[in-house]
């Protein structure tokens, strides 16, 4: 059940995430960059509310990654979370190329042609390591207001893409990146989005963890697995 409540989760959000600029680029701009925006963190947000307390709703392997570096996920179920991922990110790329066909750019995240290999890098980074820091606030701190955790999490996704989008597309997430490159054969900076969103994930989950307050008793509260409660 975890694992097929990742696979629709993830599906769900690389589908919406993706088809924004499809239909921005094959209909003459008919979303805003904030509908762009926007849909990708009301899909986080509806995912997180609806399987959360199943699977935890990760969603993304660097979220996954980092939480099991922090102890917050068992390392063992790290593999199998991660192909499902892949896997439903690879699917949501087909499933656009035969809605939106023709496919032209297909969505991909790929760097502006404006800015050079290192600031893309860094943006990536950056804005992955707010992500991880919101998400791990909301996830594993139990003096946060969990109910809010979807609302959370997806304003993040939202400010994140708005100020990254024109630039990396504000991935922060290998799969938002794969499963489209892959429909598309696409793999410009591929190792971009792989690479960045990881370190950055890992960074950020470490720097909520080492300044989160502790409870009355000195004990750093008890970490949960992402938004299951």
């Not at 997806?154 to 400010?159: D, K, S």
Request: charged residues 10%; contains cysteine; aromatic residues 10%.
């Amino acid at each position: 059940m975890q694992l097929g409540a990742e696979f629709v989760g993830t599906f769900i959000l690389i589908f919406f995430a993706t088809a924004a600029p499809i239909v921005n680029q094959k209909y003459g701009g008919a979303i805003s960059p904030f509908g762009n925006a926007a849909c990708a963190g009301l899909a986080v947000m509806i995912i997180i509310l609806s399987t959360g307390h199943i699977s935890g709703a990760h969603l993304n392997p660097s979220l996954t990654i980092a939480f099991a570096v922090l102890r917050h996920f068992p390392w063992l179920q790290v593999p199998a979370y991660i192909a499902v991922q892949v896997l439903a990110s690879i699917c949501a790329g087909f499933a656009l190329k035969g809605v939106f066909h023709p496919f032209l750019s297909g969505g991909v995240t790929v760097p502006d042609v404006t800015i050079s290999t290192a600031q893309a890098f860094f943006t990536e980074f950056i804005i992955t390591f707010n992500l991880l820091f919101v998400v791990t606030a909301v996830a594993t701190d139990t003096r946060a207001v969990g109910e809010l955790a979807g609302i959370a999490v997806g304003a993040t996704v939202t400010l994140n893409i708005l100020i990254a989008g024109p630039t990396t597309g504000g991935s922060m997430n290998p799969v938002r990146t794969l499963g489209p490159a892959v429909a598309a054969g696409n793999y410009r900076q591929l190792w971009i989005y792989l690479i960045a969103p990881t370190l950055g994930a890992i960074a950020g989950a470490g720097v909520y963890t080492a300044v989160k307050l502790r409870d009355e008793n000195g004990d750093t509260p008890r970490p949960q697995r992402s938004f299951r409660r």
